[in-house]
């Protein structure tokens, strides 16, 4: 949900919070790990952090993902 509300622009730590419905904490922890993993980029202004997508080929991955048949996405991850 964090790649899909981030497709449009860049956005706040507590206004990614509002739209999960999650704890300031939760959320920002969570934004810190993709950020780590090269997944988000961030910058600060005064008291804000604002996060967008590091590369939007990734939300491109995800929407052809998401768009598979699902014996297909079984095909290319089958279980363990």
């Known amino acids: 949900l964090i ?6 622009r860049e956005r706040t730590v507590s206004e990614i919070a509002g ?4 704890s300031l904490p939760s ?3 969570h934004l810190h790990l993709m950020e780590l ?3 988000l980029e961030s910058r600060r202004e005064k008291q804000n952090i604002y996060y967008r997508l ?4 990734l939300l491109r ?3 052809v993902l998401a ?3 699902k014996d297909k996405l079984a095909e290319l991850m089958p279980e363990p």
């Open 3 to 8: 790649l899909w509300f981030l497709a449009e």
């Open 19 to 22: 739209a999960l419905g999650a």
């Open 27 to 29: 959320t920002s922890q």
């Open 37 to 39: 993993n090269d997944v």
């Open 54 to 57: 590091a590369d939007n080929e």
């Open 61 to 63: 991955s995800c929407l």
């Open 67 to 69: 768009n598979l048949p």
